[in-house]
């Protein structure tokens, strides 16, 4: 699982959960390192990402992955303070498989990556 969030307070706190859930998790504080991170480790079956990061936001990141045959098929949860229908449903447009609004609860969280590892893969780890 891949993080990707320029706040390093956010990236640990939902780290210590997803781990807590023994989830492995990498993380990344923009989507260019995301996109780099996806590359190198090909065992990443979801990523959680946020909208508002410096050098390529997260739409911009869903942009690229669409464009990438080996990423484009990876789920992304979108987990920002954007809560907008307007941000909310050019994240869907762009390929999101969920969006999350901060600050979430940690239910709706696992809840959320539950149903997308299942819709994606057929399988959850």
Known sequence: MLLVDDSITVRQTLALTLEKANYQVLQ?????????????HTNI???FCDIEMPRMNGFEFLKNRQQDSALANIPVVMLTSRSS?????LAFKLGANAYITKPYLEHILLTTLVDVLEKNTGVVD
Do not use: F, P, S
């Open 28 to 40: 990344a504080k923009d989507g260019y390192e995301a996109i780099e991170t996806l590359q190198r």
């Open 45 to 47: 079956n979801l990523v």
């Open 85 to 89: 229908d307007k941000h909310r449903m």
